[in-house]
């Protein structure tokens, strides 16, 4: 899988830490870049814009509200691509065109998903991006109800 190669996860992680810098009003939390796929929480400190999901981006692009979810994802997807490109570690797509993205609303939801993410990597034998999972009742009992994606 692509992102277990050491060089592209740390440009991943490096792109990712960049993120408040050409977005002030986001600062970052816990993040997690797994073989397949990344987990992070990111807090949009300014009034809520909402979240529009990636589509075609041509069409797209004039609706897009500045410093919204969609903008930073679109923009961490766009500039992690060049890199990896640049360093000649990839050639073709490595992102899917659109995003899974939860509203976390308490603190007590905000430490689950935490735990979560920082748990994932011990964890990603029973990860429902992992194409080689292995079923665990345990491990859906705990984390189905983040894991389903609506």
Request: glycine residues 2%.
């Given at each position: 899988?692509?992102?277990?190669?050491?060089?592209?996860?740390?440009?991943?992680?490096?792109?990712?830490?960049?993120?408040?810098?050409?977005?002030?009003?986001?600062?970052?939390?816990?993040?997690?870049?797994?073989?397949?796929?990344?987990?992070?929480?990111?807090?949009?400190?300014?009034?809520?814009?909402?979240?529009?999901?990636?589509?075609n981006l041509l069409e797209a692009r004039a609706a897009l509200l500045p410093g919204s979810l969609?903008?930073?994802?679109?923009?961490?997807?766009?500039?992690?691509?060049?890199?990896?490109?640049?360093?000649?570690?990839?050639?073709?797509?490595?992102?899917?065109?659109n995003y899974h993205d939860r509203v976390i609303r308490t603190d007590r939801e905000l430490d689950?998903v935490r735990e979560y993410i920082a748990l994932n990597p011990l964890n990603w034998q029973h990860?429902?991006?992992?194409?080689?999972?292995?079923?665990?009742?345990?491990?859906?009992?705990?984390?189905?109800?983040?894991?389903?994606?609506?």
């Amino acid at each position: 899988m692509l992102f277990e190669d050491p060089l592209v996860k740390d440009t991943l992680e490096l792109t990712w830490q960049e993120v408040p810098e050409h977005f002030p009003h986001a600062s970052l939390d816990v993040f997690v870049v797994m073989p397949n796929h990344m987990h992070a929480i990111l807090h949009l400190n300014r009034p809520p814009v909402g979240s529009q999901h990636a589509g075609n981006l041509l069409e797209a692009r004039a609706a897009l509200l500045p410093g919204s979810l969609s903008v930073v994802i679109r923009s961490f997807k766009s500039a992690s691509t060049k890199r990896l490109r640049e360093r000649r570690l990839i050639s073709g797509r490595i992102w899917q065109s659109n995003y899974h993205d939860r509203v976390i609303r308490t603190d007590r939801e905000l430490d689950r998903v935490r735990e979560y993410i920082a748990l994932n990597p011990l964890n990603w034998q029973h990860d429902q991006d992992n194409l080689e999972r292995t079923a665990s009742v345990e491990y859906e009992r705990a984390w189905n109800w983040l894991e389903a994606h609506t």
